[in-house]
């Protein structure tokens, strides 16, 4: 079965660092590209960074560029969201994405909050 799992949430200080992790599994990772997403108290979701199947490129919403890093590692099936100088409003759930063979692959989301 086709799968994400996130992990790597948590209540953090404004300004801290977390790193979050995206495991797939029940599909050839290495073939797709993969999309963060998050989705803040009340809002709907948004995509905000998103990495290729290779690893070679990496792309951004405008907001969160120079915070976050996507990155992933194909060996461990495993995709990575880093954000640095992290913000009250970066608070939310994020998940991770993808379509395998046309159809919607996200995992159940890992929850940020940022609060001092």
């Known amino acids: 079965q086709e799968q994400f799992v996130e992990s790597g949430g948590g209540l953090v200080q404004p300004g801290g660092s977390l790193i979050l992790s995206c495991v797939g599994s029940g599909f050839t990772f290495s073939d797709y590209a993969v999309y963060w997403y998050r989705q803040a108290p009340g809002k709907e979701r948004e995509w905000v960074a998103g990495i290729v199947s290779t690893g070679a490129g990496a792309y951004y919403e405008d907001s969160v560029k120079g915070r976050f890093t996507v990155s992933r590692n194909n060996s461990k099936n495993t995709a990575y969201l880093e954000i640095n100088n992290l913000k009250p409003e970066d608070t939310g759930v994020y998940f991770c994405?993808?379509?395998?063979?046309?159809?919607?692959?996200w995992g159940q989301g890992t929850r940020v909050t940022v609060s001092s």
């Open positions: 994405y993808t379509s395998v063979s046309g159809n919607d692959l």
